[in-house]
């Protein structure tokens, strides 16, 4: 993979919120829903999301940024090995497998080397070199991107999503505590095969908008139409939530805008704990009652007070 950065067209320096802005630019561009036809957009796709993996994971950017690791997160080559530094100290391994030149003196430190990286001798007695030191890993297969729609209940309640891969298989997906739209997921192994093995699926969850629910940070908001008897006399009533409808007591003399809460019935945090569910009371009048009106014409009260007085008019 070309360098991530520049793969996101973004800075070395650019900061988290930077990156998250290139690459949700790209994929709205590349998604292979929007290119059906054009197999490189896919590829292309591919690649930026595996770009935006890396960069967002802190112990991985940091690597690359010091060369640790390469673009597809393979660890690269020690620095100067196999290389000679100033004054010819440093000339790299030798016929025995790790024999060095230092000031013109033969040194074996392959001992010293098996027991830092795990090298020793092989069954038939002879060096396996560094123990794998110095030999890069072969590359891993590309990352496969995926797009799953989530339904907006259960994305609250966080109920298991059965997605196809793209060699047919399906498997049931696990949702996380704190999901949210835009939400990646991991699919450890499911990418293409490569030298190294294969890569792995990133699956990026999209929550589908509902009809009549709307979600404030972890919590549900819900207008919910009343009658004005109900709203004069209370009631209880029938309330929907994500997870079936609940009854709901309305107190008497209810006005529109009052909210009411039902705890724990909103989506699930982090911290497995769920938030709560705001339902605001909508009185809804009757049209063209002839008696409702006749009743409020005949009202004592009907001119008593001025229900906006707090708005200083």
Known sequence: MADPY????????????EIKKAYRSLAKQLHPDRNKDNPKAAERFSQVTAA?????????????????????????????????????????????????????????????FADLFGGGRQENGARGGFGGFGRRQ??????????LSVPFADAATLKTQRITLADGKTIDLKLPPGLEDGT????????QQGPGGPGDGIVTIAVEPHRFFTRTGDDIRLDLPI?????????????????????????????SG????????????????????F????????VDDDALVEFVQGWPGKNGGNPRGNLGV
Do not use: C, H
């Open 52 to 112: 935006y993996d890396l960069l967002t994971d802190k112990d991985k950017r940091a690597r690359f940024d010091r060369g640790e690791i390469d673009a597809d997160g393979n660890p690269t080559a020690p620095f100067g090995y196999g290389q000679r530094g100033p004054g010819g100290g440093f000339a790299g391994r030798g016929p025995g497998g790790g024999s060095f030149d230092f000031g013109g003196e033969r040194v074996d430190v392959s001992d010293l």
């Open 184 to 191: 990646q997921m991991r699919l450890t192994g499911k990418g």
């Open 279 to 286: 339902v605001t009371l909508m009185v809804d009048l009757p």
């Open 138 to 147: 072969q590359p891993k297969g590309a990352n496969i991107a995926y797009r």
């Open 6 to 17: 520049a793969t996101l067209g973004v800075a070395r320096g650019a900061s988290e919120a």
């Open 227 to 255: 009658s004005l008897a109900e709203a004069v006399l209370g009631a209880s009533v029938r309330v929907p939530t994500v997870d079936g409808a609940v009854m709901l007591t309305i107190p008497k003399g209810s006005s």
């Open 258 to 277: 009052k909210t009411l809460r039902l705890k724990g019935k909103g989506f699930t945090r982090k911290d497995g704990q769920r938030g709560d569910q």
